[in-house]
């Protein structure tokens, strides 16, 4: 009788040995940060119509970093004038320490297309372009993934570089929390931004953070310090939150960003889940966007076998039912799926009378068995043969939301008319 559990036993502990190995190679692999500027990434801080924030990475030694920008139309080489230095920080991590270089660019044109590198005189970055959103915006797409932690970000590569060649037009992307598979182990970033090279630097990427961006190697709980420290973020959310609770608007569309790491960060913010639902009732109040979408990476309305989260629901539920936020994206489950437009927890007659509730899919590699369509949900669908994305456009009175395998195959369309 004691084999099988042997037999058990030891095949747990191969698994542990093999991702362990997984885990040190990758780190053998990536280079140390040196001089030359990597995992540049654009964020928005502030107005996207006329700034654009861009941040990277070097050695701890490098010193006196700058962005250098013009616009591309009859570019033939960067002004000496426009150049503007960057804030520096150092990041102390289980790999090494480095330095993040972050500046933001103001006084943009909108409406135009900028080209940029980063670095010092002696270490630029190859150019790269950005463009700033219109002084008018009737319209536009933007990308949703799932949660992309992994021990590999080869799927990861693949399904964001296939979802943006397929969708040039979007503006932006987001993920909805767990980036990556343990938030404090900085292997695993260098193989997030590996992966996103040649998409995070075109478009601004305006993350959410989820419970594993908490989690240190030693699975030991944090206050998710790598990710404010990469990704520079509006700093307008609750005081102790800021960066990782944060809105901000484009075109006609108000976005709000939320943590819901309420279990993982209750040694450091006891009170984060009231704190955030006064700062978000004043945030819904003074908006004045036709379209409010929120993101938050636990979801209210789950698809595990067991109730989840009901100080979720409890907290911001009523709050979403009466600012009428129109979609809520979640991750988590790891599956795609969404709701009847809800109400109070009940179904209501159409999107107007409610939110719909997403929950975004996977663009990693982990996945769950043991998910399954609820009561609430109008459409279930469980990402295990591949990963998935979404994209999101708006065109005035209508939202249409598409959700596709990272191939391109079509799992889902819909659309809100108001």
């Given at each position: 009788?004691?084999?099988?559990?042997?037999?058990?036993?030891?095949?747990?502990?191969?698994?542990?040995?093999?991702?362990?190995?997984?885990?040190?190679?990758?780190?053998?692999?990536?280079?140390?940060?040196?001089?030359?500027?990597?995992?540049?990434?654009?964020?928005?801080?502030?107005?996207?119509?006329?700034?654009?924030?861009?941040?990277?990475?070097?050695?701890?030694?490098?010193?006196?970093?700058?962005?250098?920008?013009?616009?591309?139309?009859?570019?033939?080489?960067?002004?000496?004038?426009?150049?503007?230095?960057?804030?520096?920080?150092?990041?102390?991590?289980?790999?090494?320490?480095?330095?993040?270089?972050?500046?933001?660019?103001?006084?943009?044109?909108?409406?135009?297309?900028?080209?940029?590198?980063?670095?010092?005189?002696?270490?630029?970055?190859?150019?790269?372009?950005?463009?700033?959103?219109?002084?008018?915006?009737?319209?536009?797409?933007?990308?949703?993934?799932?949660?992309?932690?992994?021990?590999?970000?080869?799927?990861?590569?693949?399904?964001?570089?296939?979802?943006?060649?397929?969708?040039?037009?979007?503006?932006?992307?987001?993920?909805?929390?767990?980036?990556?598979?343990?938030g404090q182990d900085y292997t695993h970033w260098a193989g997030?931004?590996?992966?996103?090279?040649?998409?995070?630097?075109?478009?601004?990427?305006?993350?959410?953070?989820?419970?594993?961006?908490?989690?240190?190697?030693?699975?030991?709980?944090?206050?998710?310090?790598?990710?404010?420290?990469?990704?520079?973020?509006?700093?307008?959310?609750?005081?102790g939150l800021k960066g990782q609770v944060y809105s901000f608007?484009?075109?006609?569309?108000?976005?709000?960003?939320?943590?819901?790491?309420?279990?993982?960060?209750?040694?450091?913010?006891?009170?984060?889940?009231?704190?955030?639902?006064?700062?978000?009732?004043?945030?819904?109040?003074?908006?004045d966007k036709k379209w409010k979408i929120a993101f938050i990476?636990?979801?209210?309305?789950?698809?595990?076998?067991?109730?989840?989260?009901?100080?979720?629901?409890?907290?911001?539920?009523?709050?979403?039912?009466?600012?009428?936020?129109?979609?809520?994206?979640?991750?988590?489950?790891?599956?795609?799926?969404?709701?009847?437009?809800?109400?109070?927890?009940?179904?209501?007659?159409?999107?107007?009378?409610?939110?719909?509730?997403?929950?975004?899919?996977?663009?990693?590699?982990?996945?769950?068995?043991?998910?399954?369509?609820?009561?609430?949900?109008?459409?279930?669908?469980?990402?295990?043969?591949?990963?998935?994305?979404?994209?999101?456009?708006?065109?005035?009175?209508?939202?249409?939301?598409?959700?596709?395998?990272?191939?391109?195959?079509?799992?889902?369309?819909?659309?809100?008319?108001?």
């Amino acid at each position: 009788m004691r084999k099988p559990l042997i037999f058990v036993q030891i095949l747990c502990l191969i698994a542990v040995i093999l991702l362990s190995s997984t885990a040190l190679l990758s780190a053998a692999i990536m280079p140390a940060p040196n001089a030359w500027p990597d995992h540049i990434t654009l964020t928005w801080t502030d107005d996207p119509a006329t700034t654009q924030t861009i941040t990277w990475r070097t050695g701890a030694a490098t010193v006196g970093g700058q962005a250098e920008y013009a616009e591309a139309a009859d570019f033939i080489a960067f002004p000496a004038g426009a150049r503007a230095a960057a804030g520096i920080e150092v990041l102390r991590t289980n790999t090494g320490d480095m330095a993040i270089h972050s500046v933001t660019l103001t006084g943009l044109k909108p409406g135009t297309r900028y080209l940029y590198r980063v670095g010092t005189p002696d270490h630029w970055s190859e150019p790269h372009a950005f463009t700033t959103a219109g002084a008018q915006v009737p319209g536009f797409k933007f990308l949703v993934f799932g949660d992309s932690q992994s021990i590999n970000y080869g799927v990861w590569q693949t399904t964001l570089r296939q979802a943006f060649q397929a969708n040039r037009d979007a503006v932006f992307f987001t993920n909805v929390g767990d980036l990556v598979d343990v938030g404090q182990d900085y292997t695993h970033w260098a193989g997030w931004f590996s992966a996103a090279r040649g998409v995070i630097d075109t478009i601004p990427a305006m993350p959410v953070a989820g419970n594993h961006e908490c989690y240190t190697p030693a699975r030991q709980f944090s206050k998710p310090v790598f990710f404010t420290a990469q990704f520079k973020l509006p700093q307008n959310g609750p005081a102790g939150l800021k960066g990782q609770v944060y809105s901000f608007d484009y075109g006609d569309v108000h976005f709000i960003m939320l943590d819901s790491q309420a279990g993982e960060q209750r040694q450091f913010e006891p009170d984060m889940l009231h704190k955030q639902s006064r700062w978000l009732q004043r945030d819904l109040m003074l908006t004045d966007k036709k379209w409010k979408i929120a993101f938050i990476h636990r979801p209210l309305y789950n698809n595990k076998p067991n109730p989840e989260n009901p100080s979720l629901r409890q907290v911001f539920g009523p709050i979403f039912d009466q600012y009428h936020v129109d979609l809520v994206f979640t991750g988590h489950d790891h599956v795609y799926a969404r709701t009847y437009p809800l109400y109070g927890g009940a179904a209501a007659g159409s999107p107007a009378g409610g939110t719909i509730y997403v929950a975004s899919g996977r663009s990693g590699t982990k996945t769950y068995l043991n998910t399954a369509a609820k009561e609430w949900n109008r459409f279930f669908h469980n990402p295990v043969a591949a990963a998935t994305y979404i994209t999101v456009e708006t065109g005035g009175h209508w939202l249409r939301v598409n959700a596709f395998s990272h191939s391109g195959l079509l799992i889902d369309a819909w659309e809100i008319n108001k």
